[in-house]
T-cell receptor, first 114, second 116 residues
Framework: GAGVSQSPRYKVAKRGQDVALRCDPISGHVSLFWYQQALGQGPEFLTY????????KSGLPSDRFFAERPEGSVSTLKIQRTQQEDSAVYLC????????????FGPGTRLTVL | KQEVTQIPAALSVPEGENLVLNCSFTDSAIYNLQWFRQDPGKGLTSLLLIQSSQREQTSGRLNASLDKSSGRSTLYIAASQPGDSATYLC???????????????FGKGTKLSVIP
């Protein structure tokens, strides 16, 4: 596609529910990143993929967070047993080749946990 | 670990004014620096990427400068318009060598309001 797309754009979950957030990177982009953005803050890194390999998951806040990119294109960020502190905007970005390339971001998914 | 600071946190200017947004970073060993724009409820739009070997990068009314030695970058917006109202973020890639990863470290942003 022309840009990075994310779905759903908005998600409301009850505390304890599992959620899955999808990211479609720009076609052919090798690297994919997930970030979490709290209100009034800059995005914080969660995890990084190069093709299907998850090279860095150091930013995932707990073992309730899990990300995958099985075929090296679409990625899913899953959050199990959601908590109120998980409420944030989740942003996905991709780069053409390496991590130092210009990062292109999707519109984000706003997650609200009640 | 790299830290990025943006000052001011918010800025309000009348239409037509030229303005400067500031970004500072603690580790001068950067590969590049990227400026983004974020509209309310939207994702990030890349404005300019300035390589470490460059001093300036221009796109239309925007000009970004980079001074690695002092750990600073500025984004200059000429002849501001109400449509420029948004939050502007700067970010540098942090090489997490232990995992071969390139995280972007962001500032908190400067919220710009251009008053008609």
């Amino acid at each position: 596609g022309a840009g990075v797309s994310q779905s759903p754009r908005y998600k409301v979950a009850k505390r304890g529910q599992d959620v899955a957030l999808r990211c479609d990177p720009i076609s052919g982009h090798v690297s994919l990143f997930w970030y979490q953005q709290a209100l009034g803050q800059g995005p914080e890194f969660l995890t990084y993929f190069q093709n299907e390999a998850q090279l860095d998951k150091s930013g995932l806040p707990s073992d309730r967070f899990f990300a995958e990119r099985p075929e090296g294109s679409v990625s899913t960020l899953k959050i199990q047993r959601t908590q109120q502190e998980d409420s944030a905007v989740y942003l996905c970005a991709s780069t053409r080749v390496g991590g130092f390339d210009e990062q292109f971001f999707g519109p984000g998914t706003r997650l609200t946990v009640l | 670990k790299q830290e990025v600071t943006q000052i001011p946190a918010a800025l309000s200017v009348p239409e037509g004014e030229n303005l400067v947004l500031n970004c500072s970073f603690t580790d001068s060993a950067i590969y590049n620096l990227q400026w983004f724009r974020q509209d309310p409820g939207k994702g990030l739009t890349s404005l300019l990427l300035i390589q470490s070997s460059q001093r300036e990068q221009t796109s239309g009314r925007l000009n970004a400068s980079l001074d690695k030695s002092s750990g600073r970058s500025t984004l200059y917006i000429a002849a501001s318009q109400p449509g420029d109202s948004a939050t502007y973020l700067c970010a540098v890639p942090f090489l997490y060598s232990g995992a071969g990863s390139y995280q972007l470290t962001f500032g908190k942003g400067t919220k710009l309001s251009v008053i008609p």
